[in-house]
Structures are given as C-alpha cells and as structure tokens.
Nanobody, 123 residues
Framework: QVHVVESGGRLVQAGGSLRLSCSAS????????MAWFRQAPGKEREFVAV????????EYADSVKGRFTISRDNAKNTVYLQMNSLKPEDTALYYC????????????????WGQGTQVTVSS
C-alpha cells in the first residue's frame, strides 16, 4: 500500500524559513521523480519544484527560484523542501507528489500524492 505523508508546515513570519519533509512508503522511492506543488486559497494547484529520481537535477517555478531548495535522501525515502525568505504569497497547502521519468510541472503525470501540509506566512 502506497503511503505519502508531508510534514513541517506551520505559521511563520515573512522573511522566515521552513523545511518541509515528505516520506513515502510502499513504492520503489529511488525510482521516482519527486515534486512539490502548492494550492493557495481560491487558486489552482501549481508546480513548485521537482527533483530527478537520483537527485541529479532539479527544476523550480520562477516564483520560488533562489529561495526554495528541493532535495532528497533515498536511503530514508524522503524528499525535502527548504523554504527561505518566505513571503505572504507563499501561503498555501503544500503537496508532495511522485512519478516516473522526466516529468516536471504536468500534474497528470504524477502517480502518487500526499494529503498536504499547511504553510501560512504572516506579514
């Protein structure tokens, strides 16, 4: 049974930092590209970042480039999102997702999803 769980979301002040974690079980984690998406209130879910199955490459949405860093530890079946210089517009429910191949921002290419962790940035 596949299980994907995000954690680390909380209320933080603008300019602060957070690290989100996503643990996955029931899959061959080291074969999956892993990504973070987010959904703000009243908006559609959007791509944030993706990391290749072996960690060799990453891609980011323009809105988070230079502030967020995605990384993974295949020995722990975990992917991370380090978020620095947070802004109120980063407030959203953050989702972890995984899939095969050279996938990027297309949500329908992702096979597994977590339930999300809430990040709220106060001004």
């Amino acid at each position: 049974q596949v299980h994907v769980v995000e954690s680390g979301g909380r209320l933080v002040q603008a300019g602060g930092s957070l690290r989100l974690s996503c643990s996955a079980s029931g899959i061959n984690f080291s074969s999956y590209a892993m990504a973070w998406f987010r959904q703000a209130p009243g908006k559609e879910r959007e791509f944030v970042a993706v990391i290749k199955y072996n960690g060799a490459s990453t891609e980011y949405a323009d809105s988070v480039k230079g502030r967020f860093t995605i990384s993974r530890d295949n020995a722990k079946n975990t992917v991370y999102l380090q978020m620095n210089s947070l802004k109120p517009e980063d407030t959203a429910l953050y989702y972890c997702a995984g899939g095969y191949g050279a996938i990027k921002s297309a949500q329908n290419e992702y096979l597994i999803w977590g339930q999300g962790t809430q990040v709220t940035v106060s001004s």
